[in-house]
Structure formats: structure tokens, C-alpha cells
């Protein structure tokens, strides 16, 4: 019956550790992501880094918005298009209003399009970086400074920055009641 | 024909009536609960799908609003997947196993029990959704977010069924694995195990690495809900496409567990029916093996639209073509096996045919799938679902009921009647046919999967497609009626009922004795 | 099989008087939606061929390797030889389709020098469509006629509804021979967008831009529908795609750019 044991054993660690990988296909996705640009993921954290220097090529940057779930909210970049230097900082920005009767919190998530470009669009400063209050009717200005890393392939095209806005008011409401 | 049930069951002092079935720990007893628990849920399966193909007869809602229809697709696919195939597969695991290795029972036979019983609360539990006030599950069997998340309350329910639908196949494998690999008779080498055998022994290999892991998305799921966590929202950080990689990642070995074994029964009867070994055992072996490998490397496939890398699309576009090739190497070693034979054609053996020819062409179809490009144009349409049921229905669920006539007089010591099996055979063959062919049709012409209601032009393929479904479905009232006549009979089966047959279970009396070996064969 | 065909021969006879027989994916109107055609061709008619090969042997086997026959079963059993033939061709066959397969797809990825951008937003259950350069925006969905005769219980005979299901209340207006990009994304929940005749399908998902291109050659109007499950309503949020020339476009839009429907008229 030792046999029998040293089965039943085994097998159940690999039930386990295959639960446990289901767990870690979460990071393992993540560094997945930022490795080939899959989703367009862009740096959740600021650019803080020097290297990138200073190129004479121009890209076209877009910026698109979107509102989660249809949340009570305006939210649209203030300019549509950019032709940027390689290298060099820009900053801009999105005008955000809420149109509801009350105090909303919200967060933004940015998608990069191409995907692959995700990584050469480095954020030094974003609003989608942390969460955000507005008032009742209040119009908010929600800034970005960008760079374009000179480690962009040549011949690439336009690049699309796009955030989605999403109302996360009831979340926060529990977080803080827990 | 000398051991007698009753005789036996004395013997071992059983208990009577329900009692015996509810602690049974006999893997005859269990394969029994097994194989009936799963003819039942075929039929709750069934009457879901005719729901479905009624409401889809003509364009225009008829009979359901879409929310219901919607819940109708989840339910028949997660009833038929994990209701009926799988049971059915751990159902003549158990009846066969200890026969074909020439072993008294299962390894495990308390934990059998478990794994059976779990499965009845399981589905009352899962059915019962449907009569809450918010309905059951309606986001697919796929279970992605952000829709699954939107359910009513049925989703903890769903969620917690399916982990105990996943306890019972997990334990249901252990205890395949410690039963083969521990308690073959003297002289039964891996490589001279029955390719029946072989089939699910790497399926329960497949069962143990990929359950768990449908059990991790499930339960994220279930925290993404509940708790605050965000692993597939945008909005906390989270992806809902990670869901779909880790479901796919448990999802395509689910449909090779769903498969492996029918081939394992088809190399079985193949062989018998042609009088002739089975061509090329060692390559089927291999063959198997490869593809259950394969299929952890191959689960993007059923996502290529949702936006990979260009490297990742074309990846998995490789690996998925891959597996055609050890797939296509277990047709030609079919045909190479009937290839100079002695064939008769008994109802197993056409069941068998079918399979094979009918498999194929949801192979073919799968190839067509593979190609990246083409696949945006098929993906998430009726081409899809003609791809699947003819694996599914013409594989899976042929070679199960094959199984079931080419064993029966083993398991009863009753031969079923020829003729009406014959009838059922064709009967089922046309209808599945008239059933899932046109599905194709439409598929290409546009019209998407997962639909209450069509546009006019699809109207012709889905009459013909209903038609076919109540056909399929009123001729398997017929096989419950064969089996009933079957075992209403007095015993008479010949303990070996195939001439061609091979395997230690024929050298048994028929019906098996209660234990199965109880003095293990030599095998030479 | 035989009886197979001689009833679903009888089952066509017998329906003969409705319309639509397409058995077939449609042609497309552009470079994407022709290759994904031309490919869809070639790898059927590799598995018909190969389907004709398999099938004729068995079949063959089963006519004249037949115990009522007096066939005697012959005793082999394995040839590594024939095994690492059938292992081999194959590869070969798929390796040929992997090369078109592959170069195709490297041309629809590619959507560089896009002349014009088309953000499509899925809703529960409609469609938004934001010119992104030229400041028009509106929704789009099912029509009043298909919505009411979609209804259970409905009086109205769907038959009689133009385009039923495939019919919407403001068609989406795009120029011909023009390279247009196609930014994909939702509000709510996953939904995919999906014209045959233009292109393959593509996930919009909330949270995330996907992308695709399409360049019309042929004007005319193209029709299809929601394919990732969104809802109950997943089955009534079409999409009709108006290709109309260069010109004509343009004038299109300056007409709309004042009418423009703002995010929360909908
Ligand atoms: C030659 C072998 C096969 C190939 C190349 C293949 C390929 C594919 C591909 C590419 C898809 C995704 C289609 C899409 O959603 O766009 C698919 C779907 C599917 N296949 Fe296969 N397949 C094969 C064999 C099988 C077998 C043996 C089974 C199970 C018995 C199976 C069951 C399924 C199921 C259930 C789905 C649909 C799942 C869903 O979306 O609900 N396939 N197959
Ligand atoms: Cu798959």
C-alpha cells in the first residue's frame, strides 16, 4: 500500500502547486504584459530615469478618452493631437467635469496603441497615477508630461494614448467603511 | 457465465436497497452510479438544447426572452461537459479498469465513493439557479468578466459547484492514477497496458494539472465579486483578458480530457471488430501523450481576437497546427488497423466508424480554426459550434455509447438486441448529421454564436438544424429503451461476447464478478 | 451515408420555398477581409483533398475487408516506416499552410499610415462611434422596426422587416480607398466588433484600445453584428457600415460635425 501513499502524495502536490500557479499566472502575466506591450500597458509608476535623449524624428501622438460603465462624467483630452520630438518632454492635459450631485471618486487606466509602442511612451507625470476626487459639478484639469524614448523603432506610425475614466466611488465607500 | 451477483453480494454482506448504492465502495457499483448519474444529466443537458433549437426554429423570439436563452447555453454547456461526458468517462473508468489490469477494485475505493457522491449536490445545487428570482448563470460557460461579474446571485453558487465538480475529478484521478500504476497484475508493463488504459492515465494527468487551475480563475472571480480584489478589472489595475488565459489555460486540456479516453475506447474497438492488433500501439502511446502535452501550450487559440502581439498570435497558430499532426497519426493508425481486417459491423463497431469519420471532420474544422487570420473571420460564430459538437457529439458521446453496447454483455451478462441497435446507430448518425452540418453554413455566412434571435437569411440552416436536434433527441429515448429491454433478460451473454475481442475482462465470467481479480492474472 | 444525403436532399426539396442558401463565408470588399477569403479557400480545399485520401481508404477497407466477404485478417501490426511517412507529410502540408497563414497576418497587423481613426465603444447594448479627427460622435443602434418585431410576442412578422436584426438608426459613414484605422474599446462589458465583408472580428474591451484596419474598395453598405457575448441583448446591437467615395465623405462630415451628439444624449 506504500505505493498506493506515495501516489496519492505526490499527486496531491501537484493538485497544489498548480492552484498556486493559477495564482501566479497574475505577475507572470503582468511581466508579460510589459514585456511585449500586450494591452498597451504603459508604466503605472512616474518616469523618473535621464537616459533618453534627444532625437530629430517626430511622431504623432493621439488622445482618445472613454467613461466606464456610462459614470456621470465628462472627460475628454483638451487637445486630440500632438506632433512630438522624440526625446524631448511634452505636457498636456484632459478636462475632466462631473455631472453628477455629488462627490465621486474616480481612476483612470491608460492603454497604449500599438501595444508594442506601450514601452517607449514613458509618463513623468500622470494623473492616472493615482485616484481621483471631484466635487459636485466641479471642472478638473488633470495633467501629463510625456516622453517618447528614443528606443522607438524607426517606421513606426502614430501612436494612441487613450484613458478610460471609471467611477470606483462605491469601492472607496466600502474600503473606508471596512 | 458461473459467478452470479446475488450470490456474491451475500457473500460480502452488503447492505440493501439505497443504503448499498448510497456506500458502496465497488468500482462496479460506482461505474454504474457513474454512467447513470450521466445519462440523466444528459438528458437535463438535452432538454436545454431543445430550448434552444426550438427558440432558434425561426427567427422572431417564439418561446424564451434572451436572458433565458442566455442562461440555457451556459447551463447545457457546463451540464453536458461536466454532467455528462465527464462522469460518463470516470463511469467506464471504473467499470474497466480493474478488469483490463486485472486488479480486484480501485486503489481508492472510500475516495470513489466521495467522488461520486459529491456530483449529485453538485448539480442539484447548480440547477437550482435557475429558480432564483435573478435566474442562473448567463455569461457562457466561459465565465468571462466582466459580464460573469454582472450575474445575480446565482454566481457563488455556480462558483462553489464548480469547485466541488472539480473536487470530485480530482479525486476521481488520483484515484485512476494510484489504481494503475499500482496495482497492475505481475507482468503488466506500462507498454503493454491497454491503450484504454494508457488514454486515461494521461487523462487523469491532464485532470490533475488543469482542474486546479480553473479552480484558482473561479475563485478570483469570486473576490473579484465579493472582496474587493480587482484581478480582471480595468479599473483597479486588473485585466479581463488574464481571465480568459487562465481559463484557457484549463480550458483546452478540458476538451482533450473530454477526448483522450473516447480514443482510447475506439482503439479498443477498432481492433476488435476488424480481428486484427490494433496498428501501431506504441505510436498511439506516443501520439497521446504528446497531444495531452501539447495542449498546455495551445490555449490563446480560442482568443486570437482579443488583441495579441503579433509574435504571441502567430505562436500560438504554430503550436495549434502542431497538434493536428499527432492527431491525424491516430486516424491513419485506425484505418492502417482496419486495413486488411475481417470487419463485421455490430452496433459498437459502427458507432466506432462514425466516430472516426465524424471526428475528422471536426479535425478538419479545427485546422481551418487554427490559421489566425481565418480564425477572426470564424471565431464567436456558428463555424465554431459546428467545430465543437462534431468533436463533442460525434466523439465523444459516439465513442461513450459504443463503449456502453461493446461492454454491456460483459458488465450484465445480457447481449442488447442487434437490430434496434442498429436502428439507433443510424438514426443517431443521420440526425447528428442534420443537426450540425448546416451549423457550419450559417457559421460562414455571419451569424455569431450565442444568439436568442437571427437575421431572415439564416433562417434555413437553423430549421433544418432543429429538425435535427429533436430527431437526435427522440432517438436516444430509444437507447434508454434498448437498455431497458437489454436488462430485463435473463443472463445468457458468452463470457467472451466478441469474437475479436481482446483483454483480460473477457476472461472474466459475464456478468464480472462483485471483485474483480481477486487472484491477479499473469500476463506474459 | 447514403440515406444521409437522400434525406437532407429531400429535407432542401421541401424548403426550397425561402431564399438563402449561403453556404459560404462571403467575398470581402478589402485587402484584409479578401486574404483572410483566400486563405479560408486554400486550407478547405488541402482538407478536402486530405479528406479524400483518409475517408477512400477506410472506405475501400470497410468494402472489401469484410468478414462476410471472406476477408483473413492479415497478423501486421506497426511499420516504422509507413508511421514516420504519416508523421512527416503532414508537417510538410501544415508547414505550407503556415507560410501564407503567417504573412497575412503580419498584413493585418500592420495599421500604420491609417489616414483616418474610427473609435468604436461598445455599450450595453449599442454601438458609439467617434470620428477621432474630425469631431463627429454618435450612437447607434438596432432599429425601431427590427426592435419592435424582435419583441416575444410580438404582432409584427419579422420577415417583413427590412434587414431584420441587421438594421440600425445611424450607419456609420466611411470613405473608400482610404486606409482607416479602427480603435476598439468598451464601456461596460466585452463586446467585439464584427462586418464580414470588412474585416475579421476584434474584441473591444473596457479598459483597453485594441486596433484594426480596413480599406474599402467598393462602395456600398456592409452589415454585421455584436460577436462576443455582452448580455441579453447581446443579439441586437448590429452594425451597419456605410462605404461611400472620397467626396462624398467629406461632405458627410461637415454636415454631421454640427450635429454632434454629445457622450450623454444617449
Ligand atoms: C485537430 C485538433 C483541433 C484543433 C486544431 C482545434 C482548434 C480549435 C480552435 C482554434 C478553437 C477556437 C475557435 C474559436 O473560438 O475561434 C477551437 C474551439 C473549440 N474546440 Fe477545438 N480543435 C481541435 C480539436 C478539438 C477536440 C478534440 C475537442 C474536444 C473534444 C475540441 C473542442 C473544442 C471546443 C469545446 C471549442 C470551443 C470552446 C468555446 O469557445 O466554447 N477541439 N478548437
Ligand atoms: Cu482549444
Same mark, same amino acid.
Given at each position: ?88 518632454? !511634452?505636457?498636456?492635459? !484632459? ?24 514601452? !517607449? ?58 | *457465465? ?97 478488469? *483490463? ?13 466521495? =467522488? ?37 446571485? =446565482? *454566481?457563488?453558487?455556480?462558483? @462553489?459547484?464548480?469547485?466541488?465538480? &472539480? ?37 487523469? @494527468? ?9 479552480? &484558482? ?30 481559463? $484557457? ?36 502511446? /506516443? ?50 488497423? *482496419? $486495413? ?37 473571420? #470564424?471565431?464567436?460564430?456558428? @463555424? ?21 453496447? #461493446? $461492454? ?45 434571435? /437571427?437575421?431572415?437569411? @439564416? ?38 461476447? $466478441?469474437?475479436?475481442?481482446? &483483454? ?5 465470467? =459475464?456478468?464480472?464478478? #462483485? ?10 | ?83 514516420? +511517412? ?103 462589458? +466585452? ?76
Amino acid at each position: 500500500m506504500t505505493g498506493t501513499k506515495g501516489t496519492i502524495v505526490k499527486l496531491s502536490l501537484v493538485v497544489v502547486a498548480m492552484y498556486g500557479f493559477s495564482y501566479a499566472l497574475v505577475p507572470i502575466y503582468d511581466k508579460f504584459c510589459e514585456i511585449t506591450g500586450l494591452n498597451g500597458k504603459t508604466n503605472e509608476v512616474a518616469y523618473i530615469g535621464n537616459d533618453i535623449q534627444k532625437d530629430n524624428r517626430f511622431v504623432t501622438i493621439k488622445f482618445i478618452s472613454n467613461v466606464a460603465n456610462s459614470a456621470p462624467l465628462d472627460f475628454e483630452p483638451s487637445v486630440t493631437e500632438m506632433t512630438v520630438q522624440v526625446g524631448k518632454a !511634452y505636457n498636456t492635459h !484632459y478636462v475632466m467635469k462631473n455631472n453628477s450631485s455629488k462627490q465621486l471618486h474616480t481612476t483612470a487606466s491608460p492603454s497604449v496603441t500599438p501595444g508594442k509602442h506601450a514601452e !517607449y511612451f514613458k509618463k513623468v507625470e500622470c494623473f492616472c497615477f493615482e485616484q481621483q476626487t471631484i466635487n459636485a459639478g466641479e471642472v478638473k484639469d488633470l495633467g501629463i508630461q510625456f516622453i517618447i524614448d528614443n528606443d522607438l523603432p524607426h517606421a513606426s506610425g502614430d501612436i494612441i494614448l487613450s484613458y478610460t475614466m471609471f467611477d470606483i466611488t462605491d469601492s472607496v465607500k466600502e474600503t473606508n467603511r471596512l | *457465465m458461473s459467478a452470479n451477483i446475488d450470490h456474491l453480494k451475500e457473500e460480502h454482506h452488503q447492505p440493501s436497497g439505497l443504503m448499498r448504492w448510497i456506500t458502496t465502495t465497488n468500482h462496479k457499483d460506482i461505474g454504474s452510479l457513474y454512467l447513470w448519474f450521466s445519462l440523466l444529466m444528459f438528458f437535463v443537458g438535452g432538454l436545454m438544447a431543445l430550448i434552444i433549437r426550438a427558440e432558434l426554429f425561426q427567427p422572431g423570439l417564439q418561446f424564451v426572452v434572451p436572458g433565458f436563452f442566455n442562461q440555457m447555453t451556459t447551463m447545457h454547456a457546463l451540464i453536458m461537459i461536466f454532467g455528462a461526458v465527464m462522469p460518463a468517462f470516470v463511469g467506464l473508468a471504473n467499470w474497466q479498469l480493474p478488469m *483490463m489490469i486485472g486488479a480486484p477494485d480501485m486503489a481508492l475505493p472510500r475516495l470513489n465513493n466521495w =467522488s461520486f457522491w459529491i456530483l449529485p449536490f453538485a448539480f442539484t445545487m447548480l440547477l437550482s439557479t435557475l429558480f432564483f428570482e435573478s435566474g442562473g448563470p448567463a455569461a457562457g460557460w466561459t465565465l468571462y468578466p466582466p459580464l460573469s461579474l454582472q450575474g445575480g446571485n =446565482s *454566481m457563488p453558487f455556480v462558483i @462553489f459547484s464548480l469547485h466541488l465538480l &472539480g473536487a470530485s475529478s480530482i479525486l476521481g484521478a488520483i484515484n485512476v492514477i494510484a489504481t494503475i500504476l499500482n496495482m497492475r497484475a505481475p507482468g503488466m508493463t506500462l507498454m503493454k497496458m491497454p491503450i484504454f488504459v494508457w488514454t486515461w492515465l494521461i487523462t487523469a @494527468f491532464l485532470l490533475i494539472a488543469s482542474m486546479p487551475v480553473l479552480a &484558482g480563475a473561479i475563485t478570483m472571480l469570486l473576490t473579484d465579486r465579493f472582496y474587493g480584489t480587482s484581478f480582471f478589472t480595468a479599473a483597479g489595475g486588473g485585466d479581463p483578458v488574464l481571465f480568459q488565459h487562465i481559463f $484557457w489555460f484549463f480550458g483546452h486540456p478540458e476538451v482533450y480530457i473530454l477526448i483522450l479516453p473516447a480514443f482510447g475506447i475506439v482503439s479498443t474497438i477498432i481492433p476488435a471488430f476488424s480481428r486484427k492488433k490494433l496498428f501501431g500501439y506504441d505510436s498511439m502511446v /506516443y501520439a497521446t501523450a504528446s497531444i495531452a502535452l501539447l495542449s498546455f501550450i495551445v490555449w490563446a487559440h480560442h482568443m486570437f481576437t482579443v488583441g495579441m502581439p503579433l509574435a504571441g498570435e502567430i505562436f500560438f497558430m504554430f503550436t495549434t497546427m502542431l497538434i493536428a499532426v499527432p492527431t491525424g497519426v491516430k486516424v491513419f493508425n485506425w484505418v492502417a488497423t *482496419m $486495413w486488411k481486417g475481417s470487419m463485421t459491423f455490430e452496433t459498437p463497431m459502427l458507432f466506432a466508424l462514425a466516430f472516426i469519420i465524424l471526428f475528422t471532420i471536426g479535425g478538419f474544422s479545427g485546422l481551418m480554426l487554427a490559421i489566425t487570420p481565418a480564425d477572426f473571420q #470564424y471565431h464567436d460564430t456558428y @463555424f465554431v459550434v459546428a467545430h465543437f459538437h462534431y468533436v463533442l457529439v460525434p466523439g465523444a458521446v459516439f465513442a461513450i455509447i459504443a463503449a456502453v453496447y #461493446y $461492454w454491456l454483455p460483459k458488465w450484465t451478462g445480457k447481449m442488447y438486441n442487434e437490430t434496434l441497435g442498429k436502428v439507433h446507430f443510424w438514426m443517431t448518425t443521420i440526425f447528428v448529421n442534420i443537426t450540425f452540418f448546416p451549423m457550419h453554413f450559417v457559421g460562414l455566412a455571419g451569424m455569431p454564436r450565442r444568439i436568442p434571435d /437571427y437575421a431572415v437569411q @439564416f433562417t434555413d440552416f437553423n430549421m433544418i438544424a432543429s429538425v435535427g436536434a429533436f430527431g437526435f433527441g427522440l432517438s436516444q429515448l430509444l437507447f434508454v429503451y434498448i437498455l431497458f429491454l437489454t436488462l430485463k433478460q435473463p443472463v445468457t451473454a458468452e463470457d467472451k461476447s $466478441w469474437e475479436g475481442a481482446e &483483454g483480460l475482462e473477457w476472461t472474466l465470467p =459475464s456478468p464480472a464478478p #462483485y471483485h474483480s481479480f481477486d487472484t491477479p492474472p499473469k500476463v506474459e | 451515408m447514403k440515406r444521409l444525403s437522400v434525406f437532407l436532399v429531400t429535407m432542401l426539396a421541401s424548403l426550397t420555398t425561402m431564399a438563402d442558401w449561403e453556404v459560404n463565408m462571403p467575398r470581402g470588399v478589402t485587402p484584409t477581409a479578401n486574404a483572410a477569403y483566400d486563405l479560408h479557400m486554400l486550407i478547405f480545399y488541402i482538407t478536402v483533398v486530405i479528406g479524400i485520401v483518409v475517408f477512400g481508404v477506410m472506405f475501400y477497407s470497410i468494402f472489401h475487408h469484410r468478414k462476410s466477404k471472406g476477408a483473413k485478417p492479415a497478423s501486421f501490426h506497426e511499420s516504422t516506416t509507413v508511421e514516420i +511517412i504519416w508523421t512527416v507529410i503532414p508537417f510538410v502540408i501544415l508547414v505550407g499552410m503556415a507560410i501564407p497563414a503567417t504573412k497575412t497576418l503580419i498584413m493585418m497587423e500592420d495599421t500604420r499610415n491609417s489616414e483616418i481613426t474610427l473609435k468604436v465603444t461598445g455599450y450595453q447594448w449599442m454601438w458609439k462611434y467617434d470620428y477621432v479627427e474630425d469631431d463627429v460622435a454618435f450612437f447607434s443602434k438596432l432599429d425601431s422596426d427590427s426592435n419592435e418585431a424582435r419583441q416575444l410576442g410580438s404582432k409584427k412578422d419579422v420577415n417583413k422587416v427590412d434587414n431584420y436584426l441587421l438594421n440600425v438608426d445611424n450607419e456609420v459613414v466611411l470613405p473608400t480607398d482610404t486606409k482607416i484605422r479602427i480603435l476598439l474599446t468598451a464601456s461596460d462589458v +466585452i463586446h467585439a466588433w464584427w462586418v464580414p465583408e470588412l474585416t475579421g472580428k476584434k474584441d473591444a474591451i473596457p479598459g483597453y484600445v485594441n486596433e484594426l484596419w480596413i480599406d474599402i474598395k467598393k462602395p456600398g453598405v456592409y452589415r454585421g453584428q455584436c460577436t462576443e457575448l455582452c448580455g441579453k441583448d447581446h443579439g441586437f446591437m448590429p452594425i451597419v457600415v456605410r462605404a461611400v467615395p472620397k467626396q462624398e465623405y467629406t461632405k458627410w462630415v461637415s454636415l454631421n460635425q454640427k450635429n454632434r451628439v454629445a457622450d450623454k444624449s444617449k
